[in-house]
């Protein structure tokens, strides 16, 4: 299996416009996550999904930010308007139920985000 | 929410020496997970601990679950060059919550 994919690897945008983040889980996995991580607050939880239905989206700074999972397969971070305070690396991470435990989550490489 | 309060911050060592860090936390975490970063990647699984007393070991790491469940360490054996890195400890605060809280990371450095 590839891993978890996301797309792309970096982003350079200007104040304002719109930022769409990508992830491709592992084939299987039925568990979704994005996080985000700042040198300033570490890594934490934006949203994450369970078969495709948002679980959990107290993590989500603002109404500027959104998520959706149309299928098992495909996820997307949108950010709009974006402001230079959302420069960060936005990961995507994957994982599955065994037994009464959630396993360990797979990351992405990251997206790095930089608004200017 | 949640926090979980991992030292030291940041280490300083030789190669061929061994490291030891830890994490701890307010409330009780019924999983512990180890996690290494290395620059421009993303987190990769490095132990998993799922039962309170348990000490697991993966070639020259080794992790325990604390008793009390609110704590964890990893420990580092004869460290080499691709040892460097941020390593995070994270874990699942409630039987089958989803939600995995990392700590604040600890940047291994090996000087030459």
């Known amino acids: 299996d590839a891993g978890v994919i996301q797309s792309p690897r970096h982003e350079v945008t200007e104040m304002g416009q719109e930022v769409t983040l990508r992830c491709k889980p592992i084939?299987?996995?039925?568990?979704l996550f994005w996080y985000r991580q700042t040198m300033m607050r570490g890594l934490e939880l934006l949203i994450y999904?369970?078969?495709?239905?948002?679980?959990?989206d107290s993590g989500m700074p603002e109404d500027r930010f959104s998520a959706k999972m149309p299928n098992a397969s495909f996820s997307t971070l949108k950010i709009q308007p974006s402001e230079p305070r959302d420069s960060a690396v936005y990961f995507c991470?994957?994982?599955?139920?065994?037994?009464?435990?959630?396993?360990?989550?797979?990351f992405g490489q990251g997206t790095r985000l930089t608004v200017v | 929410g949640q926090q979980l309060n991992q030292s030291p911050q940041s280490m300083f060592i030789q190669e061929g020496e061994d490291v030891s860090m830890n994490c701890t936390s307010s409330s009780i975490f019924n999983t512990w997970l180890w996690y290494k970063q290395d620059p421009g990647e993303g987190p990769v699984l490095l132990i998993a601990l799922y039962k309170a007393g348990e000490l697991t070991s993966n070639g020259r790491l080794t992790a325990q679950f604390g008793i009390t469940r609110k704590d964890s360490f990893l420990n580092i054996s004869a460290s080499i060059p691709s040892d460097v890195g941020i390593y995070f400890c994270?874990?699942?605060?409630?039987?089958?919550?989803?939600?995995?809280?990392f700590g604040t990371g600890t940047r291994l450095t090996i000087i030459p």
């Open positions: 084939s299987g996995h039925d568990y």
């Open positions: 999904f369970n078969n495709n239905v948002p679980i959990d």
């Open positions: 994270a874990g699942h605060s409630n039987f089958g919550n989803e939600k995995l809280t």
């Open positions: 991470a994957s994982s599955f139920r065994q037994g009464g435990y959630l396993a360990e989550a797979f």
